[in-house]
Structures are given as C-alpha cells and as structure tokens.
C-alpha cells in the first residue's frame, strides 16, 4: 500500500463504489469502531446483516461472525479483513467430537453459543449470544436437560442464574479466563468507588466481585445509566472506547491479570483487523466467506430461531 494514501478517504469511496456496509464489534480498535457503519454486539451485527439492502457486508470482528453474516445473507458477499482472526471458543469445540457429545445426552436440549463454527451451529438446536441466553432458556421447555458449549464459566453462569441443570462443554475464550480475581481485589481497594461490570465469560471467582454481570450492550447501557463515575470493566477491552466516547467525563479501568497489568484484555484474533486490511479485503474482494448451501440450511435453522426467540 502506498503509504501517502488516505486510507479512510479510500475505504469510503470503495464502500460507496461497492455498495458496502461496514459492521464491527465493540472489541476491534477504536478506529475501526468510528469507521464502521454499524457498532455492536454479535446480536446487533448480526440482526444488521440479515436486514441490510448493501450489496458487501464487511465484518470486522472474528471469522464466525462474518459467517454468520453470510448464513442469514447468502446473496451477499461477506468480508471479512483477516481470514485467521479466529476464536479460541470456536478451536474448542470440535464437530467430531461435539456430535459424539449430543450423542452422550440423547435427551438434552443443545443450547450453543454464537462463538462457534457453522458446524457446530448445524448440530445445535438453538443458537444464543450472551445478551439473550437467559431470555432464552427461560423459553425452553423446563423438564428438559441442557447441553451448553462451548464456553464452560458462561454456561455455569447461566445454570446458576436460571436454575437449570446444564451439562457443559469444556471450553473458555482466552481473555476472559486470564482475569485474575486477586489483582482485582487489589484494583477494587485502590478504588473503592470503582463499580465493577464483568463478562459472563469470566470465571466465577471474577463475577463474584461484579456489581453488574452482562453482555457487552449490557455493560455499555449499565455503565451509562449509572451515576457513578469511575468502572472496572472485565471484558475485552476495547469496548472503553464507546464507553469513553459516550461519558467522557468518568473513567474506565481494564481489569488486570495476573500480572496486575491490562495486556491480557487485548484480544489477539480481534486485533489481526486493521484500516489496512479493510482497504485491501474491498480492493481485492478477499478473503471473503462461503459456506456450503447444506451446512447453511442446517446452520440457519437454529440462528432463525435465536432470532424468532430474542425478539
Ligand atoms: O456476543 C458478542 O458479541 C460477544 C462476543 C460478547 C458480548 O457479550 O456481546
């Protein structure tokens, strides 16, 4: 790439050129987010995709929620800026070894996680996300079992607050798991009007400390409705930066590891995205994401119903 070139001049006139709508998550980088047509959950982005009329979705985020763009639209063309921006969720969980274990429990409900592949989707028989899996199993009928995947401390989460017995695939997203609960009982000291907002990702010696447990749309709506002005939020951290944007006048800490510092909130697959790799996905139409029409028949069967379930 010529390095005198304006690369948010360029990917705006190839999103008009191409007809192109621009979908991030809250934890790409900040300038994605203010570049972005859309900013939000996976539920949000994944509603925008199914009802936009732009003719190229690209999806800054990780891989399986670009393809689950492209299971509620097929006709479009899904692109996505890094074709390795994966999900430790997803490499968890496995389609071999997810149906031997549907298989196991003959009798459950398989309630899945939208951090999977569009394999697993298939196997599953409802999808969730985690601002409406309590919504949704709450739905569900009570005298039956539930298989949860992939994530393992969302599930027992979940289990907790529902009060439905849960069998759980044994999985966990990297940055979640690395917040450490000593060093933010230490964070909590240091400041004592800090309120502490936590992913349902996080292991349950973290939310134990939580003044507010949610998805990301839930801690961004909690965070601004308080009156309070300074949050320790344990979750990916760049969803400060629509917080900061947002309230500008409180202050937001990143949760610490183990090592007492914030690197650990970073996530790695979300940040391989960047303006450059925009510019050239729509310069080059790649990589850009296809799946197969009879794993998108069967992976859209239980997205429909997330949706159908969720409204
Ligand atoms: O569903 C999502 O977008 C993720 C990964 C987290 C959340 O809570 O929104």
Redesign the pocket.
């Known amino acids: 790439i010529d390095p005198s070139l304006d690369l948010v001049a360029e990917i705006n006139r190839l999103r008009r050129e191409r007809n192109a709508v621009i979908l991030a ?3 790409q980088d900040g300038e994605i987010q203010d570049l972005a047509d859309f900013v939000g ?3 949000d ?1 994944s509603r925008k995709a199914a009802a936009t009329d732009a003719d190229v979705i690209v999806f800054c985020g990780v891989r399986f929620m670009g393809e689950v763009a492209k299971i509620l639209s097929p006709t479009k063309t899904v692109l996505i800026p890094d074709a390795d921006a994966g999900c430790s969720l997803e490499e968890s969980c496995r389609p071999e070894a997810f149906r031997a274990f549907r298989e196991r429990h003959p009798d459950h409900i398989a309630v899945t996680y ?2 999977c592949s569009a394999e697993i989707k298939a196997l599953s028989d409802v999808i969730v ?3 409406n899996a309590e919504a949704i199993l709450r739905q569900l009928p009570a005298d039956r079992p539930i298989l949860f995947a992939p994530d393992r401390h969302l599930g027992s989460y979940l289990a907790r607050i529902s009060g439905r017995e849960m069998t759980l695939w044994p999985g966990s997203c990297i940055i979640h798991e690395q917040f450490s609960e000593r060093e933010l009982v230490k964070l909590k000291v240091r400041h004592p009007n800090a309120l502490v907002a936590a ?1 349902p ?1 996080c292991p349950e010696a973290v939310l134990l400390h939580a003044d507010h447990v ?5 801690i961004l709506d909690y965070v601004l409705a308080s009156d309070r002005t300074e949050f320790i939020i344990a ?1 990916e951290q760049h969803i400060i930066h629509q917080m900061t944007k947002a309230a500008p006048h409180k202050t937001f800490l990143p949760a610490p590891g183990a090592d007492g510092g914030c690197s650990c909130s970073n996530c790695p697959f979300m940040a391989l995205n960047t303006l450059e790799k925009i510019y050239l996905c729509l310069v080059n139409d790649a990589p850009a994401i296809t799946v197969p029409e009879p794993l998108r028949l069967e992976a859209l069967r239980p997205l429909e119903r997330m949706l159908e379930m969720s409204r």
């Open positions: 998550h809250y934890y959950d996976s539920l982005l939208i951090n996300t985690s601002s992913h990702e949610g998805s990301t749309r839930a979750t």
